[in-house]
């Protein structure tokens, strides 16, 4: 996208998959709140190893050694400042890529599940070149390998090439130009010609103090008060950025009971919801400085399980302004917009909608130091609500896409030897502590020859009395064996808490050490 965004004359079409465009409020500041485990722990503590790692292609003239030492001697981690522009100032804004520039035709691949779904369909939109949608069902990982609807997407890559490099009309561009799959039980692919979808419609749902969704203006004020619970969210699946084939949401009724709630009445028909939810809440803040607003939108069964559509998220101080932030005052009313990231989802008639509104979405992003304390304003004067994009059928057929599946014969992923990858939940029912685990124990095929083992493992834990004690621990070791370098073992270690950070990187050389470093913040 950045490349593109250069607009350099050779550039013919590009396929951008999984992006960020502005990685502030793409990944590490979703909503102006810190990003947790995703951001500072898998992918931070997984880069340092990385950035330590000789070059694997070593030529015989030793190019590749002075490489290893230059890149070493003036090496930062990528995570080192993060911490130090909690703002949207000049140095998330420099990175910002400006799409509006690319100019050439654009095949974007996102996934409802990935980090950056909100981030993918607003790419689409702005794009004024020829261009594409796809939108799946998936996490942040290879499609062609997921257990849930695979997709080979190379093939469909290579029919847009051959089409805008090579002239080859193999009706790619005839096609409707927009494919999303259609969650939910009974969803499914779709095509549609446009997004957002022309034909949706807003239907908006108002908040009441007895915690329904009505869809008319509550007659009787009211407000419901409710404390934060810190480890709220461990329900709602990982941001997995290691592309690890796991982390879809699990059943959302632990965290709805540690939240307010506000369900309707059962369905009388379908609804399928696709575009980007807002919830408009009345909030004022009782207790503590600051505050994390989050809001689910779920879908609720007959049985009563509870299933994750979307999410939003807004820190309570960045509510005009992710630039300059304001303090909020204790006990004055504020009207808060949190944007539901986009989604498509299709809730059977009979089944019921849910907001779930609660302070805390950990580990995707970390709690407040203090659990502060809210009200939440419902009726006539203070409509708190949310709006959601409802699209009717088509009024007139538009056939399925036939997805192109992987030829099960092929490996797919021929450089990876064996796999084990992890995902635990960890409650200390003593002291109230809840820990997220997460990694992966691979070995690896390496371009040049031999074999490189892989042991990288993030745990983020927090206690619901102790909010502010909240961290992350890493570690990473790699062991690799290279033609001219020998025994290569790398290492690093992070322990990350929401204003600190001790970084640790080692390496050794046969056995004998190499380089060793130590960053504090």
């Given at each position: 996208?950045?490349?593109?965004?250069?607009?350099?004359?050779?550039?013919?079409?590009?396929?951008?998959?999984?992006?960020?465009?502005?990685?502030?409020?793409?990944?590490?500041?979703?909503?102006?709140?810190?990003?947790?485990?995703?951001?500072?722990?898998?992918?931070?503590?997984?880069?340092?190893?990385?950035?330590?790692?000789?070059?694997?292609?070593?030529?015989?003239?030793?190019?590749?050694?002075?490489?290893?030492?230059?890149?070493?001697?003036?090496?930062?981690?990528?995570?080192?400042?993060?911490?130090?522009?909690?703002?949207?100032?000049?140095?998330?804004?420099?990175?910002?890529?400006?799409?509006?520039?690319?100019?050439?035709?654009?095949?974007?691949?996102?996934?409802?599940?990935?980090?950056?779904?909100?981030?993918?369909?607003?790419?689409?939109?702005?794009?004024?070149?020829?261009?594409?949608?796809?939108?799946?069902?998936?996490?942040?990982?290879?499609?062609?390998?997921?257990?849930?609807?695979?997709?080979?997407?190379?093939?469909?890559?290579?029919?847009?090439?051959?089409?805008?490099?090579?002239?080859?009309?193999?009706?790619?561009?005839?096609?409707?130009?927009?494919?999303?799959?259609?969650?939910?039980?009974?969803?499914?692919?779709?095509?549609?010609?446009?997004?957002?979808?022309?034909?949706?419609?807003?239907?908006?749902?108002?908040?009441?103090?007895?915690?329904?969704?009505?869809?008319?203006?509550?007659?009787?004020?009211?407000?419901?008060?409710?404390?934060?619970?810190?480890?709220?969210?461990?329900?709602?699946?990982?941001?997995?950025?290691?592309?690890?084939?796991?982390?879809?949401?699990?059943?959302?009724?632990?965290?709805?009971?540690?939240?307010?709630?506000?369900?309707?009445?059962?369905?009388?028909?379908?609804?399928?919801?696709?575009?980007?939810?807002?919830?408009?809440?009345?909030?004022?803040?009782?207790?503590?400085?600051?505050?994390?607003?989050?809001?689910?939108?779920?879908?609720?069964?007959?049985?009563?399980?509870?299933?994750?559509?979307?999410?939003?998220?807004?820190?309570?101080?960045?509510?005009?302004?992710?630039?300059?932030?304001?303090?909020?005052?204790?006990?004055?009313?504020?009207?808060?917009?949190?944007?539901?990231?986009?989604?498509?989802?299709?809730?059977?008639?009979?089944?019921?909608?849910?907001?779930?509104?609660?302070?805390?979405?950990?580990?995707?992003?970390?709690?407040?130091?203090?659990?502060?304390?809210?009200?939440?304003?419902?009726?006539?004067?203070?409509?708190?609500?949310?709006?959601?994009?409802?699209?009717?059928?088509?009024?007139?057929?538009?056939?399925?896409?036939?997805?192109?599946?992987?030829?099960?014969?092929?490996?797919?992923?021929?450089?990876?030897?064996?796999?084990?990858?992890?995902?635990?939940?960890?409650?200390?029912?003593?002291?109230?502590?809840?820990?997220?685990?997460?990694?992966?124990?691979?070995?690896?095929?390496?371009?040049?020859?031999?074999?490189?083992?892989?042991?990288?493992?993030?745990?983020?834990?927090?206690?619901?009395?102790?909010p502010d004690g909240a961290k992350i621990e890493g570690s990473t070791e790699v062991r690799l064996e290279l033609p001219a370098a020998g025994l290569v073992e790398v290492q690093a270690k992070t322990l990350i808490t929401h204003k600190r950070m001790l970084l640790d990187g080692k390496i050794t050389v046969d056995g004998r050490l190499f380089f060793e470093k130590q960053w504090r913040k």
């Amino acid at each position: 996208l950045e490349t593109a965004s250069e607009r350099p004359p050779h550039l013919k079409a590009i396929v951008p998959i999984f992006a960020a465009v502005d990685v502030y409020h793409d990944f590490l500041y979703p909503g102006g709140c810190t990003n947790c485990l995703s951001g500072f722990g898998t992918w931070g503590t997984f880069m340092v190893a990385m950035n330590l790692m000789p070059p694997g292609y070593q030529d015989a003239q030793g190019r590749w050694y002075q490489v290893w030492k230059k890149r070493l001697e003036g090496m930062q981690p990528h995570a080192l400042p993060w911490q130090d522009h909690p703002t949207y100032d000049h140095y998330w804004q420099s990175k910002a890529i400006p799409i509006e520039k690319i100019g050439v035709p654009t095949f974007v691949i996102g996934a409802w599940r990935d980090i950056f779904p909100e981030t993918m369909v607003r790419l689409y939109e702005k794009i004024s070149a020829p261009k594409k949608l796809v939108m799946g069902p998936w996490t942040h990982s290879p499609v062609d390998i997921y257990p849930f609807e695979p997709w080979d997407h190379l093939y469909e890559m290579k029919r847009w090439w051959d089409y805008w490099l090579k002239g080859e009309k193999n009706a790619i561009v005839d096609e409707p130009p927009v494919t999303i799959y259609v969650q939910g039980p009974s969803g499914g692919w779709k095509y549609e010609h446009e997004w957002p979808i022309a034909r949706t419609e807003e239907q908006t749902l108002f908040l009441s103090s007895v915690n329904t969704l009505f869809d008319k203006t509550p007659d009787v004020e009211g407000q419901n008060t409710y404390q934060a619970v810190p480890t709220v969210g461990v329900m709602a699946g990982l941001w997995d950025p290691l592309s690890l084939c796991l982390g879809l949401p699990l059943d959302q009724g632990p965290d709805d009971l540690n939240s307010l709630t506000y369900t309707t009445e059962p369905l009388t028909d379908d609804m399928e919801i696709t575009g980007s939810p807002e919830a408009v809440i009345y909030v004022s803040l009782e207790e503590g400085e600051e505050v994390h607003l989050v809001a689910k939108l779920n879908h609720v069964a007959p049985d009563g399980r509870s299933s994750l559509i979307t999410t939003g998220c807004l820190k309570g101080s960045h509510h005009r302004s992710q630039e300059k932030p304001e303090p909020l005052q204790p006990g004055q009313v504020y009207e808060f917009h949190i944007l539901l990231w986009a989604t498509s989802y299709l809730v059977p008639k009979g089944h019921r909608l849910k907001l779930s509104v609660s302070c805390s979405d950990f580990p995707r992003i970390w709690p407040t130091d203090t659990n502060p304390k809210i009200s939440l304003y419902c009726g006539a004067t203070r409509t708190s609500s949310i709006r959601i994009p409802v699209v009717p059928p088509p009024g007139e057929p538009v056939s399925r896409p036939e997805m192109s599946r992987p030829d099960p014969t092929i490996n797919r992923a021929p450089s990876i030897m064996d796999a084990v990858p992890v995902w635990k939940m960890e409650q200390d029912l003593v002291t109230g502590t809840v820990a997220v685990v997460t990694g992966v124990k691979q070995q690896l095929r390496i371009p040049s020859g031999g074999m490189a083992e892989v042991n990288h493992r993030v745990k983020a834990s927090v206690a619901n009395s102790r909010p502010d004690g909240a961290k992350i621990e890493g570690s990473t070791e790699v062991r690799l064996e290279l033609p001219a370098a020998g025994l290569v073992e790398v290492q690093a270690k992070t322990l990350i808490t929401h204003k600190r950070m001790l970084l640790d990187g080692k390496i050794t050389v046969d056995g004998r050490l190499f380089f060793e470093k130590q960053w504090r913040k």
